[in-house]
């Protein structure tokens, strides 16, 4: 298995831009997280999706960020209009299980907001 | 809802054991604890779970006290390419929750 699919590798946009970053889980796994990493706030959980279905969405910041996940094998996080706080890099990780199970990470996506 | 937090950073030399602990109250009976590890520009990768008492693999012990208001990771017999920040993680059974501690950068010199 190719392992968690993260595109693109690398964002550099303008503030007030549309950013869509996308993710296709591994095979099988029933359970997709969006987690955001920065130097001042360490790894944070966005939300995460069980079957397709949003479980835990606390952690989205505000209205400008929402997730998707049509189907099992895609799913996208989409920040509108962008800010240069969002700076930041975003992961993507699924699992079998939630809290129970090893979550397999994305080589992640370096987004810079200018 | 519980808060995770881990020291910021700790120093060991090679062939040291290292124990990195967690604290993170009000977890129950079936709440799990998973460490991970993160070098640069890589997302992180699994290390070692368990729930209660004491679990070890091939790279890794965990222990949990019978209190559960902390897990301590200890790797054995560190090397430099053990270098990189740890993260805990609990996961609540019941109310689907998942947090991450506030990592711990390892620096192992030679």
């Known amino acids: 298995d190719a392992g968690v699919i993260q595109s693109p590798r690398h964002e550099v946009t303008e503030m007030g831009q549309e950013v869509t970053l996308r993710c296709k889980p591994i095979?099988?796994?029933?359970?997709l997280f969006w987690y955001r990493q920065t130097m001042m706030r360490g790894l944070e959980l966005l939300i995460y999706f069980n079957n397709n279905v949003p479980i835990d969405d606390s952690g989205m910041p505000e209205d400008r960020f929402s997730a998707k996940m049509p189907n099992a094998s895609f799913s996208t996080l989409k920040i509108q209009p962008s800010e240069p706080r969002d700076s930041a890099v975003y992961f993507c990780?699924?699992?079998?299980?939630?809290?129970?199970?090893?979550?397999?990470f994305g080589p992640g996506t370096r987004l810079t907001v200018l | 809802l519980a808060k995770t937090t881990q020291p910021i950073s700790m120093d060991s030399y090679e062939g040291q054991e290292v124990n990195i602990t967690c604290s993170h109250n009000?977890?129950?009976?079936?709440?799990?604890i998973t460490w991970y590890q993160q070098f640069p520009s890589q997302g992180p990768r699994f290390i070692i779970q368990g729930y209660k008492t004491k679990v070890t693999n091939e790279v890794a012990s965990l222990f949990i006290p019978a209190d559960r208001k902390s897990s301590t990771l200890s790797l054995p017999r560190v090397s430099l390419s053990d270098t990189a920040v740890y993260y805990c993680?609990?996961?609540?059974?019941?109310?689907?929750?998942?947090?991450f501690g506030t990592g711990t950068r390892l620096q192992v010199f030679p």
């Open positions: 990780a699924s699992s079998s299980q939630a809290g129970t199970d090893t979550q397999y």
């Open positions: 009000n977890i129950a009976t079936n709440d799990y």
């Open positions: 993680l609990v996961g609540f059974y019941n109310t689907d929750k998942l947090i």
């Open positions: 095979s099988g796994h029933d359970y």
